[in-house]
């Protein structure tokens, strides 16, 4: 299940949010090679994992396997304050636009092939799903144009930024990518089941006010 976690309930994730950023070491450090995350601890986090980020959980019996951030694009982020060469026009800013940022999964529960692994199917539903709760229905990324074809097949609908700039070991492009009701259907759909991924399905007026 994807648990949301905030300023206002971080406190009872204090061990699921050390899994979190040692799984965030893992992958962007270890595996990817961006040395200039690298800590001394073992912990990747950043300026932008404070308040205002909105952390996205998968957790099974007590261990993260999967992780994801969500940043309002009305304050400082990614593409803001960090990559804005990246963006070659007008940045989208809004309150239904929120940066995604540091998804990764754990290496044996990642796909193989062409498939999306379960893990990787809960961590977007959860997007679609909370998006669709909250009136956010666009997401900003910064990522290796590969993923490109892959969001449209699961019914986002991408506009590049600009183009793709070379980051440490990767090429990197920005770019929006809108969702909406048939974009979850069309993940239902692969994943075999209509539930919700989330652990507390999210309702509206709560979802909401946590924007606001």
Known sequence: MIHLVDAENIREYRAEMDQAY???????????????????????????????????????????????????????????????????????????????????VSRPHRERGRALSPIANSLLSGIVEWGLSTGVSTII????????????QLYFRVTPLGLPRRYGPSDVVAVAAKFDSRTLARLREMRGDTESVLYRPVHLETARSKLA
């Open 22 to 104: 040692r799984l965030r070491h893992q992958v962007f450090v270890e595996e990817s090679k961006w040395e200039e995350l690298r800590k001394a601890d073992g912990r990747e986090i950043d300026q932008f994992d404070d308040g205002r980020a909105l952390h996205m959980l998968y957790i099974r019996d007590g261990a993260v396997l999967g992780y994801q951030r969500m940043l309002p694009t009305t304050k400082p982020h990614l593409l803001s304050d960090v990559l804005p060469d990246l963006c070659e026009g007008e940045r989208p800013v809004g309150p239904e636009v929120w940066e995604w940022t540091r998804y990764c």
């Open 141 to 152: 990324i910064e990522m290796d144009p590969i993923w490109l074809l892959r969001l449209v």
